[in-house]
């Protein structure tokens, strides 16, 4: 059974810094890609990042890149995010998720897509003074 | 970036009811689209992947259609169970939510 735990969610002020950890089993962890999805309270699903299966290759959305960083760990079975920067819109319920991925090509660019089939209970950030 | 909007944005129906929630994508994204349920407090649900296509395990009074930019997700007799928010979501670059739909019961 696949299983995803995050953790490392809180209050932190607006600049400062957090790291989320999500564990992951029930898998061959190096087989598969995975990904962060955030929602800010009431509101909908915000895809935040991805990364490959070997860990070489990460991508993240506009709203986060140069400030979040993704990494896995295949020895602990472990994919992190650093979130530096934090800003109020950063709040959020950050979800671990499993996703199904394709690379595709659309306007002569490949990037990666995904769709979720597994995902975390999510663990919760705050940014505020 | 492909932006995705749904409709309604909430919807009132009663057990029983058939129910439609349409998904627009702001470009073609033929059927690489995916919907999920989403309950208060708990993670999202894969429901259909590729447009029409059932998750294992989701009932099958639940059904996909459309490709290109214009997709519907029908439920074809509401039960209890099913009240909760339903979001779409792109998969032909990167991934892009839908607003969602809050299903209530009237």
């Known amino acids: 059974e696949v299983q995803l735990l995050e953790s490392g969610g809180g209050l932190v002020q607006p600049g400062g810094s957090l790291r989320l950890s999500c564990a992951a089993s029930?898998?061959?962890?190096?087989?598969?890609?995975m990904g962060w999805v955030r929602q800010a309270p009431g509101k909908g699903l915000e895809w935040v990042s991805g990364?490959?299966?070997?860990?070489?290759?990460?991508y993240y959305a506009d709203s986060v890149k140069g400030r979040f960083t993704i990494s896995r760990d295949k020895s602990r079975n472990t994919v992190d995010v650093q979130m530096n920067s934090l800003r109020a819109d950063d709040t959020a319920v950050y979800y671990c998720a499993k996703p199904v991925t394709f690379m595709m090509t659309l306007g002569g660019v490949v990037a990666p897509s995904y769709y979720f089939n597994y995902w975390g209970r999510g663990t919760l950030v705050t940014v505020s003074s | 970036d492909i932006q995705m909007t749904q409709s309604p944005s909430t919807l009132s129906a009663s057990v029983g009811d058939r129910v439609t929630i349409t998904c627009r994508a702001s470009q073609s994204i033929n059927t690489w689209l995916a919907w999920y349920q989403q309950k208060p407090g708990k993670a999202p649900k894969l429901l259909i992947y590729?447009?029409?296509t059932l998750e294992s395990g989701v009932p099958s009074r639940f059904s996909g259609s459309g490709s290109g930019t214009d997709f519907t997700l029908t439920i074809s007799s509401l039960q209890p169970d099913d009240f909760a928010t339903y979001y779409c979501q792109q998969y032909i670059s990167y991934c892009t939510f839908g607003q969602g739909t809050n299903l209530a019961i009237k």
């Open positions: 990364i490959s299966g070997s860990g070489d290759t990460a």
């Open positions: 029930g898998f061959t962890f190096s087989n598969y890609a």
């Open positions: 590729k447009a029409s």
